[in-house]
């Protein structure tokens, strides 16, 4: 291998493929999606008394209920792992797969402990987090794998 084959060779290696139009469209929602997780988190961790008693009756036993320091942390680990993740996907890093994995991990935690509290179809809600949240590791995953994130 010439020198001048040796340079293209490593150029081509080190680039990225461009990825297509449906990667930004997913990496997009999966940002409004955690978005919206960080937003319940915060809105979760600030709120003041005075707004739990201004909320219906069902709606404040959700707040009053105290759950463990641990669950906090998961809580704010998998929103806030999540919402970094998707910016890395958006300026195509491939550590959104390691942010991915820790949010997955936390949201998995956190979700089946809070299933184990609630009965019947408030299930859905918990399911539908820990399958985005499998689904965004595998998609960083494929895209590292097509080259789309470096």
Not at 27 to 35: E, T
């Amino acid at each position: 291998m010439t020198i001048t084959n040796q340079n293209q060779f490593k150029m081509t290696n080190s680039l990225t493929t461009k990825p297509p139009v449906w990667y930004w469209i997913i990496a997009v929602i999966a940002l409004l999606w955690n978005g919206m997780g960080v937003i319940a988190y915060l809105g979760q961790a600030f709120i003041t008394d005075e707004m739990i008693a201004q909320l219906p009756q069902e709606q404040q036993a959700e707040f009053l209920y105290q759950h463990p320091a641990w669950y906090t942390s998961m809580f704010a680990l998998a929103v806030f792992c999540g919402a970094l993740g998707c910016i890395a996907l958006l300026i195509r890093k491939k550590w959104a797969y390691f942010l991915f994995i820790i949010s997955f991990v936390c949201a998995t935690i956190q979700q089946v402990y809070l299933m184990m509290e609630i009965e019947g179809v408030d299930k859905i809600m918990p399911i539908t987090i820990i399958v985005v949240a499998a689904l965004l590791v595998w998609f960083s995953k494929l895209s590292i794998t097509k080259l789309w994130i470096k």
